[in-house]
């Protein structure tokens, strides 16, 4: 089935949010989509969904103009999506969940034993090994995609959206969604991929199309004619720019932080690591690997249950977060801005300033607007944070600014010790440069930095040693030669020799 | 600790708590605006109705049984700032009154310590709420839901529901006082803790703690917030508002009665919502709670004078809490419009 997209138009208030969009989507192809934040991706997948009407333009399957006005007429038009959120029913099973627009009946109840042969049915097609009688809650997020799919394939669909499928899976569990991607090209449905990350849509699409500011940047562009480069300065307007790290001293006498073999309540094993004055220290794992764990055990979000923790050569426990930050001077960005990180009601003051409110109060317990203020304004002004005002509400900033806001909620602080999860994590790349720069700029000031990131070239970017974690134990330490594909190499080294090592010792 | 009225109401609480932002301060004024010329209307229309309703008698009531209400809506308050809930208050109140008339009666301790060791009780049920509801996880809602009854039950075993009604004469002297003939010197003990909570919401630490928990509790966690503390704090205040609120009505009514706070739930949600309090936690209006409570008050009291019956104003206050529940919808729906509409047209992609 061929799916044409034809001059596709979409304005909102004050807004154009798509622009004489065409391009085809043709059968027995990975198709990826690729955009900056606000391009107008997930605009595009809501008209061809049918979630929304286009203002202008039209779409074609197979030639014959199309006119969806819900859900429903592109599932019968064959077309499916697998949206970023889960839309299966966790207290159902499997085969439930996958039957459930259409369940066979016999005498007007529903008939179970077919309900489970048809979902199996499909389910075989791309893995037979989920069985349909489970509840949907215990399967993995990664098994979860897989029954979106098969439930996309009982509805006879011909294109197949995956909108970031790989946004929280592990690498593993990637490659095995990727093999039933090509097995699905290969039976010539279209399958078409939205995905941030550049390395995977070179890894696996065929062609590629680019939005950018609502406007195809490029359109159907054959994967074998662009390189990374190229794709990015189509998403972007111009070329990649790397941020400038300049010169930085690390004092590798100094060691700020140092875990000797610490094990905690999540299940971390025999964790050991410097973390040296001035110093990025990246710590690189996969999704689920227990990267963010560590650093909640550090904070004291989380148990120690053994080993030692010792700050500027001094043996320390810490039983909470505000003792960490209080005492120990020791921070920590969650990747999660939104849910973990800020108070988005709260104006721009007040949550750069919440870290000192106790400080900053007078005698008499009072904190002033103006104190918090003099605290605030001049992070603001030095970070750039874009605002109209310093009362502004986080939540109505962009992405690289709320994370701006963030990190000058902990130089406030004056944290010695800082631990980012994901900083760029949602942010486009424009400002990502930006963020770099940033972090570099505060290890210069003499903080320590412990990055934890799950994106590789960031990773190179920001790290001087990089530090490899796997099922919740280290599995390597690199000095960073910031040379991309050995550095690349050798980290995935570290995770695969220590996957079969793990599977051998099970298996052996 | 999230938690309202219904389940479906949960829901569309917690997403717009993520995507609504605080009110600006001209949308606040215009809520209080938009409040005070419904309670100016209602006033027109009772005292046009019934002009005994601005007699010198009718408003020293009035102005009673308004200075109750309105520390009966900062008890919520303080629990809502949380984002949590007490449905404790009423038992919290009672068992704190029915303390005074022991103290006071059997007892015979003096009036400022019997006083003072009933707001103590109160303050300490409060704290009770907290800690159980921040070391044992579950929410507030069902905690104060059990405590109610629980601390209502013991008060009830313990008193045998004898009301203390030989109170020293001071008592009841104090609650008839009048001050320029028509108001009640209670009314300035509400607006002194009215004062006192908004230098707390405003100006202190404390506060900021309690709001900034409320908003998001796990992002103030780790911003270094002593966030269980503030939830403690904030049960604990409470707590002791509500035994003021109790205490208030023991002056009132010149004895202390086991009958005492039973109907305060209703009016207690009202006088925040209707001041443009969030369900959601997070965002507090010290002066919108007394004007809420104003605004019911002022019915209560013009259904009175118009000699319609308690039937009716049972039924117009859960009119109007229903009206305020869908103001605080809309308040979010517009304000999540406003701040992320056109940017998100684009945006979202």
């Known amino acids: 089935m061929r799916l044409t997209i034809e001059g596709i138009g979409k304005d909102f208030p004050g807004v154009t949010a798509l622009d ?22 997930s605009t595009l997948i809501k008209i061809i969904t049918g979630l929304y009407r286009p203002d202008r333009g039209r779409l074609l399957v197979d030639g014959q103009p199309v006119d969806f006005t819900s859900p429903r007429d592109a599932i019968a038009a064959g077309i499916s999506a697998v949206h970023q959120e889960r839309n299966l029913i966790p207290r159902f099973t499997v085969g439930e969940n996958i039957m459930i627009e259409r369940p066979p009946t016999r005498n007007g109840v529903i008939d179970f034993d077919k309900v489970h042969a048809e979902a199996r049915k499909f389910l075989d097609m791309i893995d037979p090994s989920i069985d349909t009688r489970t509840e949907v809650r215990h399967l993995s997020v990664a098994q979860m995609q897989i029954v979106e799919i098969a439930k996309a394939l009982s509805l006879e669909a011909q294109v197949l959206l995956l909108d970031e499928p790989t946004a929280s899976i592990t690498g593993h569990e990637a490659d095995a969604l ?88 999540f299940g971390h094993k025999d964790v050991s690591f410097e973390l040296h004055k001035g110093e990025i220290l990246g710590l690189y794992g996969l999704v689920g690997a227990g990267r963010t764990e560590v650093a909640r055990a550090l904070i004291g979000d989380g148990k120690v249950t053994a080993g030692e923790l010792r700050l500027n050569g001094q043996s320390v426990t810490i039983p909470d977060v505000p003792t960490a930050i209080r005492r120990h001077k020791l921070g920590y960005i969650s990747e999660d801005r939104k849910a973990e990180g800020l108070i988005l009601t709260h104006p721009i003051r007040s949550n750069i300033a919440i870290s000192v409110w106790r400080r900053i109060a007078s005698k008499l317990g009072l904190i002033t607007r103006a104190a918090e203020r003099k605290v605030a304004d001049p992070l603001v002004a030095k970070l750039e944070v874009k605002t109209p005002s310093i009362e502004q509400a986080v939540g109505k900033l962009s992405g690289g600014n709320q994370q701006k806001v963030s990190i000058a909620k902990w130089l406030a602080a004056g944290v010695e010790i800082l631990i980012i999860d994901e900083p760029t994590v949602g942010i486009d790349i424009k400002t990502k440069t930006a963020i770099h720069e940033l972090i570099g700029e505060i290890t210069r000031g003499g903080v320590s930095v412990l990055l934890i990131s799950s994106d590789m070239p960031e ?45 051998a010792a099970t298996h052996g | 600790m999230k938690w309202s009225l219904t389940h479906g109401f949960t829901m569309t609480l917690s997403v717009s708590s993520e995507t609504r932002a605080r009110p600006s301060w001209l949308a606040e004024q215009a809520n209080l605006i938009g409040l005070a010329a419904i309670i100016i209307l209602f006033w027109v229309l009772f005292t046009s109705l019934a002009p005994g309703f601005v007699s010198s008698f009718n408003l020293f009531a009035l102005s009673r049984s308004l200075a109750v209400d309105i520390v009966i809506g900062f008890s919520t308050m303080v629990v809502l700032a949380t984002g949590g809930m007490n449905l404790a208050i009423g038992s919290i109140g009672v068992c704190a009154v029915m303390a005074s008339g022991f103290l ?79 108001v009640s010197p209670l009314l300035f003990v509400a607006i002194g803790l009215g004062v006192a909570l908004i230098i707390l919401f405003r100006f202190t630490a404390l506060g900021r703690e309690i709001l900034a928990a409320g908003a998001n509790a796990r992002a103030a966690e780790l911003s270094g917030v002593p966030v269980g503390r503030a939830i403690i704090i904030a049960h604990t205040l409470s ?35 209707l001041g443009g309090t969030l369900l959601a936690g997070g965002y507090v209006s010290v002066v919108g709670t007394m004007l809420g409570a104003l605004l019911v008050t002022t019915i209560r009291s013009g259904l ?37 509409g056109r940017k998100n047209a684009g945006r979202r992609a």
């Open chain 1, 178 to 265: 990727f093999a039933v991607v090509r097995r699905l090209r290969d039976e010539g449905k279209a399958i078409v991929f939205v995905s941030h990350k550049l390395e995977e849509v070179m890894a696996i699409s065929d062609r590629v199309t680019v939005l950018r500011d609502g406007r195809i940047a490029a359109a159907g562009e054959p994967i074998a004619n662009m390189s990374r480069g190229k794709i990015v300065s189509a998403m972007i307007g111009r070329e990649e720019r790397v941020a400038e790290m300049g010169t930085r001293a690390v004092d590798r006498s100094k060691t700020v932080l140092e875990a000797r073999s610490l094990a905690t309540s």
């Open chain 2, 304 to 340: 009175l004078v118009m000699q319609i019956g308690n039937f009716w104003l049972q039924l117009f206050l859960g009119l109007i809490l229903l009206f305020a529940v869908m103001l605080d919808r809309y308040r979010s729906v517009y304000a999540e419009r406003r701040s992320l």
């Open chain 2, 104 to 182: 006071m009666q059997t007892i015979g301790l003096p009036i400022p310590v019997a006083l003072a060791l009933a707001l103590l009780l109160g303050a300490f049920l409060g704290w009770l709420n907290g800690f159980v509801i921040v070391r044992s996880g579950v929410n507030s809602f069902i905690i104060t839901l059990a405590s109610a009854s629980l601390f209502l039950g013991g008060m009830l075993i313990l008193s045998k529901a004898q009301t203390f009604n030989a109170l020293p004469p001071e008592i009841a002297a104090f609650g008839r006082m009048r001050w320029w003939g028509f």
């Open chain 2, 239 to 273: 707590g002791a508002l509500a035994a003021s609120a109790g205490l208030m009505l023991v002056f009132r009514l010149g004895a202390a009665m086991p009958s005492i706070g039973q109907d305060w739930l209703l009016p207690s949600f009202l006088a925040p919502v």
């Open chain 1, 459 to 503: 990773m190179i970017t920001l790290a001087d040693r990089i530090l490899v974690m796997n099922d919740f134990t280290l599995v390597g330490t690199i000095e960073n030669s910031r040379r991309y594909e050995t550095m690349s190499r050798e980290i995935m080294g570290f995770i695969h020799a220590d996957a079969e090592a793990g599977h």
């Open chain 1, 20 to 41: 004489s969009v065409s391009f085809e989507i043709l059968p027995g192809e990975t198709h990826a989509l690729m955009g900056e934040n606000g391009a107008g991706k």
